[in-house]
């Protein structure tokens, strides 16, 4: 079978391994020749492909990012990106398409696939935001680099008698920042699915440093947000899905701590460090079996499918369900477990 690839959305560590994984079991079990789409559904719009084979893919796995290229480009929101696609598509004789990617990707797919695209899908994001899937690939490596760097920052908070505001990513979900938050023993983890009362915080760390402890780590997801009427944030640009392009609350915050309490502080952000790098070896294995499992899905015709993890087994699931919610953080995980060690 002639079989595509893309990659969409922001890179992910583990994509390269997906890849790999894809091209792996279809030539060799299926006998499949593998077509690349450069950078996601611009490559398919322009019809603009790479060669994919063993070859191509040798030495990949531990390499971060994605040797396919990434981008946000939407064809829905494009004059002409649909036709375009589809015609590609028949023009490079392509039978079935993997599409790797977040609920933006995927969500093209899914429309694609009520346009007679033979498609099945692969979740990919660092935030872990799907709901269909209990982990997605990428999480468990953005999680570990942010637990690093905060490790990193207690000393030099500690050596300073400083409160050191990290802010990490994961747009409304604050999977990362509630992970690397009880990994790295944080003073404090805001995250967007409880708005943060600036006050209830400073005093948090005033009872803190009144106890003897004169350096805190506030971890804050990037999609934070404060009470509403009790400061005001900047809102960000769009992309071409509407999302607003997120950042910023953490320089934010470190100010109106250090006005409120009159603690020294400072803020490190993350940003796309998180995403940058090898993955973890839990991600490799996830992308592994999401990639087989995804060309197993494609030669037993089940399309408009993505594959997905539920109890560590992978798993089947419509692509209409896989992007139809959003997989939030339970405030209760950050009240019951990571508060006990905030003070
Ligand atoms: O969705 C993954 C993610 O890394 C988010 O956590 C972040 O908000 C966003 O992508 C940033 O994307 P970019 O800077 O590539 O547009």
Redesign the pocket.
């Known amino acids: 079978m002639r079989v595509g690839v893309l990659t969409g959305?922001?890179?992910?560590p583990g994509l390269n391994a997906v890849i790999r994984a894809v091209v792996r079991k279809g030539q060799v079990s299926y006998g499949d020749e593998l077509v690349g789409f450069i950078d996601g559904w611009r490559g398919v719009i322009e019809g603009v492909v790479m060669p994919l084979d063993i070859e191509h893919c040798r030495g990949i796995l531990p390499r971060g990012g994605t040797i396919l290229g990434t981008s946000?480009t939407n064809p829905f929101k494009i004059t002409g990106g649909v036709e375009a696609a589809l015609s590609s598509l028949a023009e490079h004789r392509i039978e079935a398409l993997v599409a790797i990617g977040?609920e933006d990707t995927l969500g093209v797919a899914h429309r694609l696939g009520e346009r007679g695209v033979r498609v099945v899908g692969v979740p990919k994001?660092?935030?872990n935001?799907l709901s269909a899937t209990e982990v997605t690939f990428g999480f468990h490596t953005?999680v570990q680099i942010a637990t690093d760097a905060i490790d990193r920052l207690h000393t030099t908070a500690e050596s300073h008698d400083r409160v050191i505001v990290c802010e990490v990513?994961?747009?409304h979900a604050g999977w990362?920042a509630t992970y690397a938050g009880i990994a790295g023993g944080a003073a404090e983890i805001l995250v967007p699915e409880e708005p943060f009362d600036i006050e209830v915080v400073c005093d948090s760390l005033r009872r803190r440093h009144q106890a003897g402890r004169f350096a805190s780590i506030v971890v804050v997801a990037?999609?934070a947000k404060p009470r509403e009427g009790t400061l005001s944030v900047r809102s960000g640009e769009l992309?071409q899905f509407g999302?607003e392009?997120?950042?910023g609350i953490g320089s934010l915050l470190a100010a109106e701590i250090e006005n409120r309490t009159g603690f020294e502080s400072r803020v490190t952000i993350l940003?796309?460090i998180?995403?940058g790098g090898t993955p973890t070896a839990y991600d490799r294995v996830l992308a592994t079996r999401f990639g087989v499992a995804a060309i197993e899905a494609v030669h037993d015709g089940e399309f408009d499918t993505m594959v997905a993890l539920r109890a560590d087994h992978i798993v089947r699931v419509p692509l209409a369900d896989a992007v139809s919610t959003l997989k939030t953080v339970d405030p209760a995980l950050v009240h019951d477990v990571a508060e006990a060690f905030f003070a």
């Open positions: 959305g922001g890179d992910c946000r977040g994001t660092i935030d935001d953005a990513m994961g747009r990362i990037e999609g992309d999302h392009r997120l950042g940003g796309h998180q995403r």
